[in-house]
């Protein structure tokens, strides 16, 4: 503990550092994976995790939260520079490329959510990936049915033309203050001094068997016996570094064009199982500033990242439904705040299975599946003395006779931060690359996504019908990535999100209703354990006070499962004291600020 709060110290004061020793990290407890082949969402390749204590973290002018000490240490360092929250995002999201590159990286994609208090507006920015455009329907099938989902996901097939880049750009034109080269300096020196192999990524190192059937990317992670590197290893990414320093000095545009480019279209297509990017598709990509999606809530505003994003969306269905129970007055771990939370899940899934989509493909009735008496029609399905069971979607527009479901898995491996500059200006991003390690494909330093598995594997569901989420040229696989901030009275007050798949709904959720309705801290309401239905089973959050709730629940017809649930919730409360910055004990984050 008093490493930590050294190590919290040194942030504050914004001391560089480019290695910290491995003991500095929270210990990391290993526990092992859910073993049912038939549900492959819940085999969570970041199931490595623990529950180190984390303190809430208070200070007075900005703050800066990320899933890696380092990470959030480049933020703290640029924020105390003058840099503003976009500044800060791009810092980290360069350092988590090198430190945390299980969860995301300039090979994959992002939503960025901004809300200054100066304009009251909220901005949403989306540097999702897109399919290339000899993308078809049957990418992922053989002799009409879906191939295997790590046969897909392990393949160059899988891998979408990266966005996050392009989306950092085109956000720090708009609402940076630094030079665009100087958000890299901390990435840079981390890449060419060394780090140290914190626990987390010994662990999933060393369980990956995927990773080591990569050569480039065997030659990075393990040694020459084929083993992880253990521990405070001191690993160097020269190759990143090179790429960085490129991308710093040129733009973006070195990345999408140029020898990145033809790198990355080589590796592709070199691959056993090879896709189809051409260097035509990464020149051609663009990022999108999107209109904000804003709920009114109570006494808030909830906002977050629109389609093709179904997290925010689902998010507010939830709470929109659960504002008609008496949830806010119960207690969080009760039976009956459990029910009531995983019924509204279940209809909120179910909703997001069939019209979410990428809305420049497919309409998406976003409108229809906000309003009001929508919503307290689909809250009049939830009974407080037993479950629905599996709830069966609504038909917000009319529309759910032409859709059909799509059922395939959303593995995790996501990265989420946040960052509050001295002007107020809060920003909320998730960043991923999908599934833990991406593709495995390394090129230049850095892991390709496997976002394009995130679209359905068939194009028709069972009955015939095309499903929105199916694979198009050009388009942009639906995500749960819930990056989202709450207005109060036209300001930030908070900013939340986390990693986790489809569970992020969930995760997000289960936060918001601790600050906002529960009154707990942020990180007290992080803390809560993890629960909730994604319209299969109730999950409840193994080896927690949960478990006492397993007969009970069963009792009321609910098929109930306890699983390793490691959210990555990081967030900040911006309170009339200063900011309230919280981190997940189930992950190696942690918050600073000055």
């Not at 070195?254 to 990017?277: C, E, L, T």
């Not at 663009?286 to 998010?315: F, I, W």
């Not at 319209?535 to 017809?557: C, I, Q, W």
């Amino acid at each position: 503990m008093m490493k930590s709060l050294l190590l919290a110290a040194c942030l504050a004061f914004h001391v560089w550092s480019p290695v910290v020793a491995a003991d500095v990290l929270a210990p990391i407890a290993e526990r092992g994976l859910p073993q049912d082949p038939a549900l492959k969402e819940d085999i969570n390749p970041e199931g490595a995790t623990g529950r180190a204590s984390r303190q809430l973290v208070q200070a007075a002018h900005y703050m800066a939260v990320s899933a890696n000490p380092l990470s959030t240490q480049a933020g703290a360092d640029i924020l105390a520079q003058g840099g503003t929250a976009v500044d800060a995002a791009i810092a980290m999201q360069m350092v988590l490329t090198l430190v945390e590159p299980q969860s995301s990286g300039i090979g994959g994609g992002a939503f960025l959510v901004m809300a200054d208090p100066t304009t009251q507006r909220v901005h949403a920015f989306d540097g999702r990936e897109t399919a290339p455009q000899a993308a078809k329907g049957d990418r992922f099938m053989i002799d009409g049915t879906a191939m295997d989902f790590q046969d897909a996901v392990n393949s160059g097939r899988s891998v979408g033309v990266p966005g996050v880049l392009r989306m950092l750009e085109l956000a720090h034109d708009q609402h940076g203050r630094l030079a665009w080269s100087r958000l890299f300096a901390p990435a840079i020196a981390l890449a060419e001094q060394g780090f140290a192999v914190s626990p987390r990524l010994h662990a999933l190192l060393r369980d990956d068997e995927f990773l080591r059937a990569q050569p480039a990317a065997a030659a990075y992670f393990y040694d020459a016996q084929g083993q992880p590197w253990p521990v405070g290893h001191r690993l160097k990414n020269l190759a990143l570094a090179r790429s960085l320093r490129v991308i710093a000095a040129e733009g973006a545009q070195a990345f999408y064009g140029g020898q990145i480019a033809q790198d990355i279209v080589q590796a592709i297509q070199a691959h056993p199982v090879p896709g189809d990017m051409t260097l035509a598709d990464l020149a051609a990509y663009q990022a999108k500033e999107r209109q904000a999606l804003c709920m009114p809530y109570k006494a808030y505003d909830l906002c977050g990242m629109p389609p093709p994003s179904s997290g925010p969306l689902a998010v507010m269905q939830m709470l929109g439904m659960l504002s008609h129970t008496g949830i806010a007055a119960m207690k969080p771990d009760t039976l009956e705040s459990v029910h009531l939370f995983s019924e509204a899940g279940k209809l909120a899934y179910a909703d997001r299975d069939f019209y979410v989509a990428d809305p420049d493909f497919v309409d998406v009735p976003v409108a229809a599946m906000l309003d009001p008496e929508y919503l307290a029609l689909r809250a009049s399905l939830i009974k407080p003395e037993h479950t629905i069971g599996r709830a069966p979607p609504g038909d917000p527009a009319g529309m759910r006779a032409e859709r059909g479901k799509d059922g395939s898995p959303e593995l995790p491996s996501t990265s989420h931060m946040v960052a509050v500059d001295s002007e107020g200006v809060v920003v909320s991003m998730t960043s991923s690359i999908e599934t833990a390690f991406g593709s495995k494909i390394f090129v230049d330093g850095f892991l390709l996504n496997n976002e394009l598995t995130d679209f359905s594997l068939v194009d028709v569901d069972a009955e015939g019908k095309p499903v929105a989420n199916r694979v198009q040229p050009g388009k942009r696989p639906r995500s749960s990535m819930s990056p989202m901030v709450v207005m109060k009275d036209g300001q930030p007050f908070m900013a939340i999100g986390s990693p986790g798949g489809a569970a992020i709904i969930n995760y997000v959720a289960k936060a918001l209703l601790g600050v906002l309705d529960w009154n707990l801290n942020i990180q007290q309401a992080i803390d809560l354990p993890n629960r909730g239905s994604r319209n299969r089973f109730t999950e409840l959050e193994k080896g927690t006070s949960l478990h006492d709730l397993v007969g009970p629940l069963r009792a009321m017809g609910h098929e109930v499962r306890e699983i390793d649930f490691p959210s990555g919730l990081h967030g900040v409360v911006l309170t009339e004291h200063g900011l309230e910055g919280g981190a997940d004990p189930r992950r190696e984050g942690m918050a600073a600020g000055g």
